[in-house]
């Protein structure tokens, strides 16, 4: 079993940035491949960016691209998302996620291939 729990989150004005952090327990981190997902109000569940375990590998999906960077410190047990740029769309409830299965190239986007999942940390970005 992985824990993780999410923070960081908050309210901010449009074009300023936060960092959200994901602490994870249980496992050994380093051989985890970690995520950001988020869930806007009425939406669905959305892919944000992705990190492989050997942090050597990041993916956007193209709404951040450019504005936030996944990262991640094996040695603390916590990925990171440095959020920039905000926008009001940005609102969401953002969620770590983690996986300790394959993930295959084309495939880092996916909710199925990650098995553990925070509670969520709020996002509000005000116009």
């Known amino acids: 079993q992985v824990q993780l729990v999410e923070s960081g989150g908050g309210l901010v004005q449009a074009g300023g940035s936060l960092r959200l952090s994901c602490a994870a327990s249980?496992?050994?981190?380093?051989?985890?491949?970690m995520a950001w997902f988020r869930q806007a109000p009425g939406k669905e569940r959305e892919f944000v960016a992705a990190?492989?375990?050997?942090?050597?590998?990041?993916y956007y999906a193209d709404s951040v691209k450019g504005r936030f960077t996944i990262s991640r410190d094996n040695a603390k047990n916590t990925v990171y998302l440095q959020t920039g740029s905000l926008k009001p769309e940005d609102t969401a409830v953002y969620y770590c996620?983690?996986?300790?299965?394959?993930?295959?190239?084309?495939?880092?986007?996916?909710?199925?291939?990650?098995?553990?999942w925070g509670q969520g940390t709020q996002v509000t970005v005000s116009s």
């Open positions: 249980g496992r050994t981190f380093s051989m985890l491949h």
């Open positions: 996620a983690a996986s300790d299965l394959p993930l295959p190239y084309g495939l880092e986007y996916s909710e199925d291939r990650y098995r553990y």
């Open positions: 990190i492989r375990w050997s942090g050597g590998n990041t």
